[in-house]
Structure formats: C-alpha cells, structure tokens
C-alpha cells in the first residue's frame, strides 16, 4: 500500500539529478537493503517520461557506487570513488558507530572510533571534488551528538563538524533522533532533519507482542529523563496513554567517567500499578540508567516493560539485559537497525530488531525527486492505521 502512495507521489516530477547512493564502509549492509527497495520501485514504476533525458540513469540494477578507503601502514588513508559522479544527486550513509571495523596501525589492530567514521566521510565527500549536482549525508547517530552544549570551557564538536560537512558543499543532513535538535542552529540555512523511528517502534511492538491493551488503563508510556520528554508525549498522544517521567537526581559535588554521577530517579506521573510500560528513548549507551528506570517501575508494580530505543550501544555489554530478562524487569528491548548490531544482540529472545531500511529508501527516493517529505516525518496516519489491524487481530 505504502508503495503505492509513493508511486503516485512521484510520478510526474523530474529527479533532481541521476541518484547515486554511497554508503561508507561500516554502512554497507543497510545500504544494500535501501538500494533492494529503490531498484524494486523505480523497475515496477509507470513514467511516462522515463525515456526523456531528464530521466537519464532512472531506473538501474544498483544505485550503489563503489567508494574505498583504502589505509596506508602508518594508518594514514585515502577515499577513492571508482565511478563517475558528475552530475549526480548523491546520498552518502554513514554508522559513525560500528566499531567492529578495524585497520592496520603500525602493526597494530585498531578498531575504528567514531572520530575514524566521520573523517572517512569528509575523505569521500573530498573525493566527490564538488562534481556532484547534489550530496545528503544520511547519518542515522548524529556524531558528536552528546556534545552538543557548552557548561564550561568546552569543545562544542557537534557543532563544528556540521559546519564542516556545510561547507565541504553538503546540502542537506538528515539523522534520526538527534540527541538536542537545537544544534541545526549552527547550520541555519541549510537542510536539517531528525527523524523520529516511532511508527517502526509501534509496529515491531505490535507484530512481536500478543494481548497487548492499549488503552491509558492499561499502558502507558515513560521517558526516562526529562531531555526525552517530547518523544513520549508524541508517542502518547498518538496511541492516546498517559505518560509519566522520570528525572536524575545527581550529585554536582562529584564527577566520575567524566559527569555527575547518579543519586536517584524520581519519578513524575500517575499510577503505574498493573499497567504495561513503554520506556522511550534515543540510545542505549551501558543501559544501567534504563535498567534503574524499569527498576524502580516494578518497584511501583508496574506489569510489562518494553524499552524503546533508537540507538542500541551497549557499550557495557549484554550481560545485565540478560540478568534483568531473567529476573522479569524487563519483557522486550528494541532498538534499531541504523547503527552496527552485534551477531549476540540479534540472537537474544528479549531483542526485538526495527528495520529502517524501506524508510530511509521512501526518503531518499521522494528527497531524489524533489518531492516534499512532511508526510513521511509524521507517521501518525500509519500508526492508527496499524492500531486498527492490531485491535481487529489482523496483524
């Protein structure tokens, strides 16, 4: 259904150059399932103008190019694009968080930081040399995110690295879930969006987990820190719950791993007493803060918990998600496929994995023909639509 609409929305409009998508190494199997759905499309898709130059290149066998970068032994590197992109509109993808990449460094295995991703970007970016009609960096965790505000004399990373990207000639920086929004300010006149996965989140729920009640007597929906607040309220309102909140309660007198370490959550809201929980929030990073929320849920006899999370890091490991499965804290965490997911996290019976990679491809493909996207960023008629189907057992 969904790829009808498409279809009918893009029809007629001319594409704003020959699409090319490349997705940097760390990337490459989101990106083969995105060119899966745009091949699939644009061979199915009646135009009546596909064979006028405008519509040169339309419809291909790949839409992927071939970029390298290849490493010298002193860890130095270079980008190489194998093919021409003159003309091009060009989509870049880039997982600055896949860590299970390495390279030679001295002799030395190194695994690849965030900061080896992001400069690997701006090395193909550099390559392109400004011959493309069109680039968008598709970034799905923005880099640097969490460095995003200034409480002492600090580097503001974020920032800098989109006036980077601005001025290398990017168009436009699409991301998902940005950790504060508010840092688009420092790019004010160009293209800048963060898109929330919820509809995703909502179906993996719904297709994973029988007998759900949803309805506010039943369920309802937490944020587990007040800087997530406007994601559970939209995710509330959409599926009609209440919501309740939680806030960290730090002590400012010490700092340990580089913050204020964690006295207590306090917890703002109704009672949660024998309802189902949905915890909402942008990333995973250890998981304990999470796991205290869910804690301190069943502590107020809450029934089911299901956290909801676009960025599963566990940089602490999987360990205390098992513990806590085991002991019934948690029911189901799911988070998506936007960053690097271990073979473990895949096979775990609490993991529920939301696969972006048909969004991403709507986007690219209505963003390539110069199409408004606003429908696509407000899922809203898609989640009642599949609230209905789940209610009426079609699911």
């Not at 006295?263 to 803060?289: N, Y």
Request: overall charge negative.
């Amino acid at each position: 259904m969904a790829a009808k609409q498409e279809e009918k929305r893009n029809l007629e409009t001319i594409p704003a150059g020959s699409l090319g998508v490349i997705p940097v190494e760390g990337c490459k199997p989101l990106g083969e399932k995105i060119d899966y759905y745009l091949v699939k499309w644009r061979t199915e898709r009646e135009n009546e103008h596909k064979d006028s130059l405008a519509f040169a290149g339309y419809q291909r066998d790949s839409y992927l190019l071939t970029a390298k970068v290849p490493r010298f032994g002193s860890g130095e590197a270079k980008a190489v694009i194998t093919e021409s992109v003159r003309g091009m509109d060009l989509y870049i993808l880039v997982d600055v968080c896949n860590y299970s990449l390495t390279y030679s460094l001295c002799g030395h295995e190194n695994h690849m930081s965030p900061d080896d991703h992001y400069q690997n970007l701006k090395r193909i970016i550099a390559a392109v040399g400004g011959k493309a009609r069109r680039i968008t960096v598709i970034m799905p965790f923005l880099y640097e995110s969490r460095q995003h505000k200034r409480t002492a004399r600090e580097s503001l990373d974020c920032a800098i690295a989109l006036q980077e990207l601005v001025s290398m000639g990017v168009d436009n920086i699409i991301t998902f879930d940005a950790h504060d929004a508010r840092v688009q300010n420092a790019i004010p006149l160009h293209g800048f969006e963060t898109v929330q996965p919820a509809y995703q989140f909502i179906k993996g729920l719904l297709r994973n987990v029988k007998g759900l009640q949803i309805d506010s007597d039943h369920m309802m929906v937490i944020s587990p820190d007040e800087g997530g607040m406007s994601r559970a309220i939209y995710i509330a309102n959409v599926l009609g719950l209440d919501m309740g909140m939680f806030y960290k309660r730090r002590d400012y007198t010490r700092i340990e791993n580089g913050r204020n370490p964690i006295v207590a959550h306090e917890f703002l809201g109704t009672s949660v007493e024998g309802k189902d929980m949905v915890i909402i929030d942008d990333m995973i990073s250890s998981g304990e803060s999470v796991l205290e929320v869910a804690a301190a849920l069943k502590e107020r006899k809450a029934n089911k918990i299901f956290i909801c999370s676009t960025f599963g890091l566990f940089t602490g490991g999987l360990d205390r998600f098992d513990q806590a499965y085991q002991e019934g804290l948690i029911d189901r965490v799911l988070t998506t496929n936007l960053i690097y997911q271990t073979p473990e996290l895949l096979s775990r019976e609490w993991y529920i994995n939301c696969d972006l990679s048909k969004y991403i491809a709507y986007l690219i493909d209505t963003l390539n023909h110069d199409t408004s996207i606003s429908d696509l960023l407000n899922p809203n008629d898609k989640i009642q639509k599949i609230l209905t189907k789940y209610r009426n057992g079609e699911l």
